[in-house]
């Protein structure tokens, strides 16, 4: 099949490079541009499904002063696409679509219904509307570059025996991560065949593993399934707030956020476990020695948590159930002060020097408690792969690409948009922002070139 703009993958940047390319203003007298999604898949759009944990934080709408910090590869890379379709475009253009939007908390914007199915029917709705086709089942099996007289012609061969043919093409077809959405990483061979440079690739936004909190010797790739081992029951399932995490690399301070944190049954993770994965994955994968230290009191420096907690020691012993009551469980009582009921036992554990004494009678060393509070340290082993990683860290290098257009420094009509690009950013909506902004800017630069 010969057409005019080829878009391979219909996720959140094919689908928005589909729109920009078949609703781009066109040259008196010449016919629109005729646009094809090859999505391998059933249905486009499968990895938004599972978005914002099937809610779709599909933006942000902080400005880009702000916006832009939460972006971890070369911001000014994405500044022009960007500016070209920011968040309130994207808003105005999901609204336009038929689906209503909500802003929360931090800027972070969602569909009015809370399904992400809303989203995906709004993209695919209106990339159709414009003209652009999405082909469904159609997987791209190979894609050659023939020097035409008139430019490059990118032959495209797919499943089923069926090839597509033109003389601009898009690749967008996201990471690594969660692969049964169909994000399997082709587009890296296909750059590279193509003549681009890939960023070595590593999982981002992941759980971060804990020596000894999975019954495994492994180290660097733990995955997700591996069972816990005793101390990680004891810990997963808590969630801490309003607690700091510093992240360590061979010995040194690399990042130390405020916010809340999980432990899961992949590790340790959540909104600051999360900011600190990518520093932390990429390390290990260097070979580095990695460690986090956690101050569940960050607002209380450890002079002031001394005579609070032998305060409240002396005032529970003194009482008639104080003096009856074991001092493990009394440790327990202590703690609970500081942390979650459902914590302590865990906490306990993994801090047996906060006990002093032969068995039978101990006595709890004060000092070892508020160090173990301010400064609760893990050696970390490991993280979570691909299988439930949110972002791929790494790509297409954007060295080689045009940041005003998308396109291939090195193959004319070839542009790339969204994550199979070195892009990524925090959670927040920003992800998905920055694939719709790449996908619009390079749909609507393949269609003006033509
Ligand atoms: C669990 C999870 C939750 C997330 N939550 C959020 C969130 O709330 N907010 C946010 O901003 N970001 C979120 N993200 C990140 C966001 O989903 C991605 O940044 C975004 O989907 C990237 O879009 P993309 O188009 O580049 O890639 P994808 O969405 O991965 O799309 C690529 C498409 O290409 C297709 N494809 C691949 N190879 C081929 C081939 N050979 N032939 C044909 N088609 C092919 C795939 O099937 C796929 O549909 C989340 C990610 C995950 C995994």
Redesign the pocket.
Same mark, same amino acid.
Request: hydrophobic share 30%; proline share 2%.
């Given at each position: 099949m010969v057409c005019d703009i080829i878009v391979?993958?219909?996720?959140?940047?094919?689908?928005m490079a589909a729109f920009g390319a078949a609703s781009a203003p066109v040259r008196e007298g010449t016919a629109p541009p005729r646009v094809v999604v090859?999505?391998?898949?059933p249905r486009?759009?499968?990895?938004?499904m599972? *978005? %914002?944990?099937g809610?779709?934080?599909? $933006?942000?709408l902080k400005p880009w002063e702000e916006f832009s910090t939460h972006i971890r590869t070369k911001a000014a890379f994405v500044r022009p696409a960007f500016y070209n379709f920011d968040p309130q475009d994207c808003i105005d253009h999901i609204v336009r679509s038929g689906t209503k939007a909500v802003v929360e908390r931090g800027d972070r914007a969602f569909p009015a219904s809370y399904r992400s199915s809303d989203i995906v029917d709004a993209l695919q709705n209106a990339a159709m509307k414009a003209g652009a086709r999405i082909e469904t089942g159609?997987?791209?099996?190979s894609i050659v570059c023939n020097d035409g007289s008139a430019g490059n012609i990118f032959m495209v061969s797919?499943s089923g025996s069926r090839t597509y043919s033109a003389p601009r093409l898009i690749i967008? *077809? %996201?990471?690594l991560?969660?692969p049964a $959405?169909?994000?399997?990483?082709?587009?890296y061979g296909w750059a590279k065949a193509l003549g681009h440079s890939i960023k070595d690739c590593f999982p981002s936004?992941t759980a971060i593993v804990p020596k000894g909190y999975k019954n495994t010797s492994s180290r660097g790739h733990i995955d997700r399934s591996t069972p816990l081992s005793d101390i990680g029951k004891s810990l997963c399932g808590n969630q801490l707030k309003n607690i700091s995490i510093s992240l360590y690399a061979g010995g040194d301070l690399l990042q130390s956020e405020f916010g809340d944190l999980d432990f899961t049954d992949g590790g340790i993770e959540g909104p600051i476990g999360f900011r600190i994965s990518r520093s932390a994955v990429k390390s290990l994968v260097n070979g580095a020695k990695v460690s986090v230290v956690i101050d569940m009191k960050p607002q209380a420096p450890a002079e002031e948590l001394l005579p609070r907690i032998s305060g409240f020691w002396n005032d529970i012993s003194k009482t008639p159930a104080g003096r009856s009551t074991p001092i493990r469980q009394m440790l327990r009582m202590l703690l609970c002060k500081h942390m979650p009921q459902s914590l302590a036992g865990g906490f306990a554990a993994c801090h047996p020097e906060m006990l002093y004494g032969r068995k039978g009678n101990e006595r709890i060393d004060f000092k070892a408690v508020v160090n173990a509070l301010k400064n609760w340290r893990f050696d970390i082993d490991g993280y979570v792969g691909y299988e439930?990683?949110?972002?791929t860290a790494g790509g297409v290098s954007t060295d080689e690409i045009v940041a005003k257009t998308m396109e291939s420094r090195l193959r004319k009509g070839l542009y790339f948009?969204?994550?199979?690009l070195d892009i990524?950013?925090d959670?927040?909506?920003?992800?998905?922002?920055?694939?719709f902004s790449t996908?619009y800017l390079a749909g609507q630069s393949a269609a003006k070139s033509l």
């Open positions: 391979v993958g219909g996720g959140a940047s094919g689908l090859l999505e391998k898949m486009p759009g499968r990895k938004i599972i *978005t %914002g944990k809610r779709c934080n599909f $933006t942000n159609v997987e791209v099996k797919c967008a *077809t %996201g990471g991560s969660y $959405t169909g994000s399997t990483g082709d587009g936004l439930r990683a949110v972002i948009c969204g994550e199979v990524d950013a959670t927040g909506g920003y992800n998905l922002q920055l694939a996908g």
